[in-house]
């Protein structure tokens, strides 16, 4: 199977701009959740989406929206770029079953906010 | 992240050695945990993981031990090799209702002396 992947690798974006990361999971694999990595913050976690609805979000400002396709696909936006917006986004695939939670992230997309 | 953290922020051993990473969760519901292993460049790599009914799982040169009392996780490593060199992050999950979260700790730097 192939893996997580996430488009594009690289970004550099101005201030105030906006911004859309993609991410296709694992084939059959119905939850995506999104992370944001600093060197400061670590991992944090940024929403998760299961059959195109938002399951649960994490403490990011409104800035920050995703969504998920009928193909499981996801996007995430980011509006109005900040400095701090720099960061590693990850995404993470799952099966989401009750009784296991194991997710499989991609490579991450490398944002830079100037 | 704000509610698993970890005891050492960097370990070093030497190439042969058993290594073992701590950490301490905060909340006491989590019932699902997991290590990752993040190499630089590259998301997180899913290495083993463990639910609060268990106290002790053992995956191929890794083993993971649950202390619910005191709330705190080990990933040992048999036999550390040059390739085990990588950040090593334990991750707590809670469900309410539907949804489910994962928070990440921040993660201990392993080095592997030739």
């Known amino acids: 199977k192939a893996g997580v992947t996430q488009t594009p690798r690289y970004l550099i974006k101005t201030r105030g701009q906006q911004v859309t990361l993609s991410c296709s999971p694992i084939?059959?694999?119905?939850?995506v959740s999104w992370y944001q990595q600093t060197p400061g913050q670590g991992l944090q976690f940024l929403f998760e989406?299961?059959?195109?609805?938002?399951?649960n979000k994490g403490n990011f400002p409104g800035r920050f929206s995703g969504r998920q396709f009928s193909n499981s696909r996801s996007e995430m936006n980011v509006s109005t770029l900040e400095l701090g917006d720099s960061a590693l986004y990850l995404c993470?695939?799952?099966?989401?079953?009750?009784?296991?939670?194991?997710?499989?992230f991609g490579p991450g997309t490398r944002l830079t906010v100037t | 992240g704000e509610n698993v953290g970890l005891h050492l922020p960097t370990l070093s051993v030497q190439e042969g050695d058993n290594s073992i990473i701590n950490c301490a969760y905060s909340?006491?519901?989590?019932?699902?945990f997991i290590w990752y292993k993040q190499e630089s460049g590259k998301g997180p790599q899913f290495i083993i993981d463990?639910?609060?009914?268990?106290d002790k799982r053992q995956g191929q040169r890794v083993t993971v031990l649950l202390n619910k009392t005191v709330k705190h996780l080990s990933l040992q490593i048999a036999a550390t090799q040059p390739g085990d060199s990588a950040v090593y992050f334990c991750?707590?999950?809670?469900?309410?209702?539907?949804?489910?979260?994962?928070?990440f700790g921040s993660g201990t730097q392993l080095t592997v002396l030739p």
């Open positions: 993470a695939s799952s099966l989401r079953t009750l009784s296991s939670y194991e997710q499989y």
């Open positions: 084939s059959g694999h119905r939850s």
């Open positions: 989406y299961f059959s195109e609805t938002q399951r």
């Open positions: 909340n006491s519901a989590s019932d699902y």
């Open positions: 463990i639910r609060s009914n268990m």
């Open positions: 991750a707590e999950n809670f469900s309410s209702g539907s949804a489910r979260q994962l928070t």
